[in-house]
T-cell receptor, first 114, second 117 residues
């Protein structure tokens, strides 16, 4: 069965600091992996996705993530945090050739301090 | 990606009444749509998978008679919360599946806040 673990329900960084949000997955078949962002009282917006092409994926708003099969990880990074990055971030997994359902992690709330 | 709208964006109703939430795919043929609910400070919980022209598939523990889903066209799915009670108060989000060609990416609506008094 597929699962996603997001380490750290809350992450706090200073403006301009590196953002690192951790995501580990479990899947017995090649996965598709996603990072979504949610602002208060809004739906989810796709930041980036991995679908078996390049392992380093660049997304919107300066975010990127690297798929590491050996570590079963898909951590999200941004070199320099902005105040506007404060939001809830969700990692999700599905797998190639299977159900279209996404399995979500529990989310990580990012706080950016001035 | 697909643009997905939901209506209403928020609704307040009395206990015992029914509420219908619409999810529209504005520029994408939505064969498969999903309905989620989200409690405060929690992740999304999948309620059901809605397939155009067929019955929805509900997740374990979700009452199909309470949460009626209709997906009559490629652009519209509706969720009706019947005989709503305060414990049904939640944030309901729909999504459209991009399918295998899009790597199973889902496009999300803005959500509907339901408050049952």
């Amino acid at each position: 069965a597929q699962s996603v673990t997001q380490l750290g329900s809350h992450v706090s960084v200073s403006e301009g600091a590196l953002v690192l949000l951790r995501c580990n997955y479990s899947s017995s078949v090649p996965p598709y992996l996603f990072w979504y962002v949610q602002y208060p009282n809004q739906g989810l917006q796709l930041l980036l996705k991995y679908t078996s092409a390049a392992t380093l994926v660049k997304g919107i708003n300066g975010f990127e993530a690297e798929f590491k099969k050996s570590e079963t990880s898909f951590h999200l990074t941004k070199p320099s945090a902005h105040m506007s990055d404060a939001a809830e971030y969700f990692c999700a997994v599905t797998f190639q050739g299977g159900s279209e359902k996404l399995v979500f992690g529990k989310g990580t709330k990012l706080t950016v301090n001035p | 990606g697909a643009v997905v709208s939901q209506h209403p964006s928020w609704v307040i109703c009395k206990s015992g009444t029914s509420v219908k939430i619409e999810c529209r795919s504005l520029d994408f043929q939505a064969t498969t749509m999903f309905w989620y609910r989200q409690f405060p400070k929690q992740s999304l919980m999948l309620m059901a998978t809605s397939n155009e022209g067929s019955k929805a598939t509900y997740e374990q523990g979700v009452e199909k008679d309470k949460f009626l889903i209709n997906h009559a066209s490629l652009t519209l799915s509706t969720l009706t919360v019947t005989s709503a009670h305060p414990e049904d108060s939640s944030f309901y989000i729909c999504s459209v599946s991009g399918g295998q060609l899009r790597g199973n990416e889902q496009f999300f609506g803005p959500g509907t806040r339901l408050t049952v008094l």
